[in-house]
């Protein structure tokens, strides 16, 4: 995770006692907090994500111990406190997908305790038993994470023998520790890599990211450091190292590093390093920082552990940034803050023109959140406008998509493309757009939603990106907008941007525009109501129980595979 420090958090909770409905802790472990069941919650308020994961309740953070289990079943954990809007006394919340969009609220599965916070990790499968823990099963769970104390931050282990529902402490805690210790040294990730352990973490103060090795889980040693690279901030967290597909050749691996504060946007950002990895040493291609998303929510992403070989890695991210992350308004109207962005499926690309190396991340598979079929279609829109009421939409969550072909060569292009979703009682919007000349800057806008972006001075309302246009003369843009969310990917997920919005009217009318485009230009536009994932699962008292009976319930799903 995350926090500058615990002082940091109290004061956090200080500042924010006021408004948060909750009253916050950073002790009591059991107040309240149900070790049997999941914690139930109201998914029903109206800023509240309908195909994105929120919390039932309070407050969540980064994504942890993602893995894909050998049924099929996604399992998301995640940084949770409990018992207040705002971070402290962090817990590991779990929930559960066969899709990645449709989760079922799984009960804690790992507990703070008066003294101590558990902060951010990742899980494995100990296919082989290496570790010892598992006599009588393939499917042996082991997660990874930081203890947080006030004196320390060290890394432990736990287990579970019911494929990552409840977990036993190991008695030899811990496992790792800094030398000296230190309480800056946090968020071991771990991956299997040909025949040993290998766990990314950061001395986050350090700007490093330790390399460490290990046959068994138990014993890790110090293989090599990864040094004050790409963009510092004033803390590093978060680390991911992944093998990954290159279209049109030899996988690569990624390193990925989350800064906070410190992003160029101000905040917290996630940045990448493509670059080889031999077991032990880590090399980036280059001196350059690449950023992942253009917005300004999308932090402490990780990659799922255990998909198959031939699969391209799937990622996911929390949609916030520490600047306002335990302001926004949903605290005190609904009781909940922060939802995870979407499963995005990743690899890298690298051309040989100006745009170099680039992680492409497209959403997952949405097939299965798709209403039967779409709100509106244009297949040549021309110089004109598609307008649509969308209030019919329960979920108010759309898929949208625009294919420009026919574009000509880059220095003949004009025109631009715009779309806006709207109020149509409050007048407010959000807005993005395109322009086919010049450096292709694309733009997005969250500026004109009441409320929140007017008193938090950190909630920056406008985003951009130079997108080039593609030789071959086509421009795609795809987006989800779900809420109080607003995800867009451009030209396959080259450039792809989060931004969360809290307006005070329902966003309910959709507008694609399009004006001064070549005569040639084909302007084709979908727009998808999507289901709600939450609505469905809801009793009839409107709440979403979560999984009170025994784990995982559905038939596998098959994983996207992609040829390279
Ligand atoms: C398990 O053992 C097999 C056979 O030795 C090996 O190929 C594989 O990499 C191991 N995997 C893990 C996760 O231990
Ligand atoms: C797993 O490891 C434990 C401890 O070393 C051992 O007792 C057990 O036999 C192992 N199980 C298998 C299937 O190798
Ligand atoms: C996977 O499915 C098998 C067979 O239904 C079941 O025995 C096992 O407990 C399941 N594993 C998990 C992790 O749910
Ligand atoms: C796990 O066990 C260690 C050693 O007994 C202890 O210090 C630590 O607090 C325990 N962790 C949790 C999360 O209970
Ligand atoms: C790796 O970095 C850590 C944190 O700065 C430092 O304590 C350690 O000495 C470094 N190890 C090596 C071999 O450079
Ligand atoms: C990995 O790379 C490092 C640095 O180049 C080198 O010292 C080490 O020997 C390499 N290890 C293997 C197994 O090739
Ligand atoms: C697409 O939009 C254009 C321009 O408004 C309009 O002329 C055309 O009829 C529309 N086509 C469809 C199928 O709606
Ligand atoms: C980058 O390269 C890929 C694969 O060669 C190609 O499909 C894609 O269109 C290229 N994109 C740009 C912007 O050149
Ligand atoms: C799109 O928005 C830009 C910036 O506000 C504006 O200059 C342009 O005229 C708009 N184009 C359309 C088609 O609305
Ligand atoms: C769009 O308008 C421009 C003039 O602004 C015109 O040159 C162009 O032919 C029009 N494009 C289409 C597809 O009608
Ligand atoms: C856009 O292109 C994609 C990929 O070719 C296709 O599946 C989709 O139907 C197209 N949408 C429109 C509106 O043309
Ligand atoms: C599925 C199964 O038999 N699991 C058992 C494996 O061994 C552990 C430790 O002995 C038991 O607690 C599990 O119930």
Redesign the pocket.
């Known amino acids: 995770m995350l926090l500058l420090s615990l002082a940091f958090a109290a004061m956090a909770v200080a500042q924010n006692a006021s408004t948060s409905l909750t009253p916050a802790t950073t002790t009591a472990f059991d107040a309240g907090v149900p070790t049997d069941a999941p914690i139930p919650g109201d998914y029903n308020g109206q800023w509240r994500p309908q195909v994105h994961f929120s919390p039932p309740t309070n407050f969540m953070n980064d994504p942890n111990g993602c893995f894909l289990d050998g049924n099929g079943t996604w399992h998301l954990y995640y940084q949770y406190n409990p018992t207040a809007t705002v971070a402290g006394n962090q817990h590991w919340g779990h929930a559960t997908s066969k899709d990645l969009y449709t989760w079922q609220n799984e009960k804690i599965a790992i507990f703070a305790t008066p003294d101590s916070q558990i902060f951010s990790g990742s899980i494995v499968i100990d296919t082989n038993n290496t570790s010892g823990f598992f006599p009588n099963q393939t499917d042996g769970v082991v997660a990874i994470y930081t203890l947080n104390t006030a004196a320390e931050q060290t890394q432990e282990i736990a287990y579970s023998f019911d494929g990552g529902y409840t977990f036993t402490n190991y008695t030899s805690n811990p496992v790792l520790r800094a030398s000296p210790p230190s309480n800056q040294f946090r968020d071991p990730k771990v991956i299997w890599y040909e025949d040993h352990w290998v766990m990314v973490i950061a001395y986050s103060q350090e700007f490093v990211i330790g390399i460490f090795t290990s046959p068994d889980l138990k014993e890790w040693t110090h293989a090599s450091n990864f040094t004050s690279h790409g963009l510092l901030g004033l803390q590093y967290e978060c680390p991911n190292l992944v093998s990954m597909p290159v279209l049109g050749g030899d996988s690569m691996w990624l390193m990925a590093i989350s800064i906070n504060p410190g992003a160029p946007l101000g905040g917290s950002i996630t940045e990448y390093f493509p670059g080889t990895f031999n077991g032990t040493h880590f090399e980036a291609v280059d001196a350059a920082a690449r950023i992942a998303d253009f917005g300004k929510d999308s932090y402490a992403g990780q990659f799922f552990y255990g998909l198959p070989e031939e699969a391209d890695p799937v990622f996911i991210a929390w949609s916030s940034n520490w600047q306002y992350a335990q302001q926004v308004p949903t605290g005190p109207q609904e009781g909940w803050r922060s939802a995870m962005g979407l499963p995005r499926r990743s690899y890298l690309v690298n051309n040989a023109t100006r745009t170099g190396w680039a992680l492409i991340s497209v959403p997952y598979d949405l097939t299965p959140i798709l209403l039967p079929s779409p709100l509106i279609?244009n297949?040549s829109l021309g110089n004109s406008t598609l307008l649509a009421d969308y209030s019919s939409v329960s979920s108010g969550a759309l898929y949208f998509?625009v294919?420009v072909t026919n574009l000509p060569p880059l220095a003949q292009a004009t025109g631009t493309l715009n779309f806006t979703f709207s109020s149509s009682s409050t007048r407010e919007s959000v807005s993005g757009g395109f322009y086919f000349s010049g450096d292709n800057p694309f733009w997005l806008s969250r500026q004109n939603v009441l409320g929140f972006s007017q008193t938090n001075p950190f909630f920056t309302d406008k985003f951009s990106v130079g997108n080039v246009l593609n030789p071959d003369g086509t421009f795609t843009l795809e987006g989800v907008i779900d809420r109080s969310i607003l995800e867009v990917f451009l030209d396959g997920g080259r450039n792809s941007a989060t931004a969360t919005f809290y307006p005070e009217g329902v966003l309910d009318t959709v507008e694609v525009r399009t004006s001064g485009i070549n005569e040639e230009t084909v302007v084709?536009?979908?727009v998808w109501g999507l289901k709600s994932t939450w609505a469905e699962q809801a009793s009839e008292d409107g709440i979403v129980y979560g999984n009170v009976g025994s784990s995982a319930s559905g038939n596998a799903t098959q994983v996207v595979r992609r040829k390279m």
């Open positions: 279609t297949s998509r294919n084709a536009v979908e």
